[in-house]
């Protein structure tokens, strides 16, 4: 029999704040993390607007001479576990390391590094590239530094599918210690990808947002009046434990996961199903997983880009698979307001998504102001609702059509 899995820790950075308090009061009052693009001079970009993270010192939580090793996205996501790890109340020490792992993905890794560097070797050429250059680019150096900083020696690894990252990580994870290889894994997903060359592909790509001159008004999922998505930055992390291991040590436990779902769209490289068929296949895996019904969900936090093709597409698939009782569940998404964290965007969900129990609390759809027709789900304009929430799933869909699903129920 499979151990069940709790989830006991929290740790998010994000632009809507620094630690999760500053998260979930932002999420409670629909504030907008979006602005005006600071670390570069964006004047001839087509989109200059991201919801970058203000006000990070990483000397508050990481060694000063460490720092310079590390990329953003590895700051981003070693600050992050180390706040869940903290927020566990878990001891890591010689008896138990070896039962501790990590799995923390990012969608593109050090991009803004490989800029730098490379522009570096055209000025002054390659004696000049820094000896940490590697290690501050490759994505599985977020789950490296992890493990050094806590003294982890269990499984260790980084998944990476681009949009999809956080989730699978946590599913991943999850199963894990599903099958005994360890007790407890520190698990999600990072990224920082705010650099000239990941704005200017993604605007090459024709999908991000050129509201510039509103920017706390440009991710608008699910409204007719969207353009595009909103590139964030950030990283989430939760800390599972086996039930029985949680227990044993007097853990306050948050929300259970109990199910993960995954599947291919095998059917365009960017653009998802347009009937949401891989979507719909990925919902009933997780649901299979959790051994639920459909009727057994109260809430779903979507994948929700502010994306023509995705907000229709997962609006489809929610409305195929939830028949009838789709139009009882509550359908947010909270890239309304945090923007779209790619690699990281899963784990954030998977914070919010368990807050959302632990405080009986649906978050908004901000922007929502005028109805798409092809999106008629209840998608908690504007407002959070104080709701009961028993169970939620958690939506992630990446470009190569890999899907990820979460859910996490209330624990009892």
Known sequence: MKKRV?????????????????????????????????RFDCEQ???????????????????????????????????????????????????????????????????????????????????????????????????GQISIALGAKGPNACTVTACTTGTHNIGDAAKIIERGDADVMIAGGTESTISPLAVGGFGAMRALSKRNDEPELASRPFDLDRDGFVMGEGAGIVVLESLEHAQKRGARIYAELAGYGMSA????????????????????????DAQMNTDDLDYINAHGTSTQLNDAGETAAIKALFKDHAKQLKVSSTKSMTGHLLGAAGGVEAVYSVLSIHHQFVPPTINYTTPDPACDLDYVPNEAQQHKVEAVLSNSFGFGGTNGCLIFKKFS
Not at 9 to 35: D, F, H, R, W, Y
Not at 115 to 121: A, F, R, S
Not at 272 to 282: F, H, L, T, V
């Open 45 to 143: 970009y087509t989109t200059q607007i991201a919801a970058e993270v203000k006000g990070y010192d990483p000397t508050q939580s990481i060694d000063p001479k460490s720092i310079k090793q590390m990329d953003l996205f590895i700051q981003y996501s070693l600050t992050a576990a180390l706040m869940a790890h903290q927020d566990s109340g878990l001891e890591i020490n010689d008896a138990n390391a070896e039962r501790v792992g990590v799995m923390v993905g990012a969608g593109l890794g050090g991009i803004g590094t490989i800029e730098e560097t490379h522009k570096t070797i055209l000025e002054k050429g390659p004696r000049r590239v820094s000896p940490f250059f590697i290690p501050k680019i490759i994505a599985n150096l977020a789950p």
């Open 6 to 38: 709790v989830v006991t820790g929290l740790g998010t950075i994000t632009p809507l704040g620094l630690n999760v308090e500053e998260n979930l009061l932002a999420i409670q009052s629909g504030k907008s993390g979006v602005g005006k693009i600071t």
């Open 265 to 288: 769209d095998a059917h365009h490289m960017t653009a998802p199903s347009p009937d949401g068929e891989g979507a719909i296949r990925c919902m009933q895996a997780a649901l299979t």
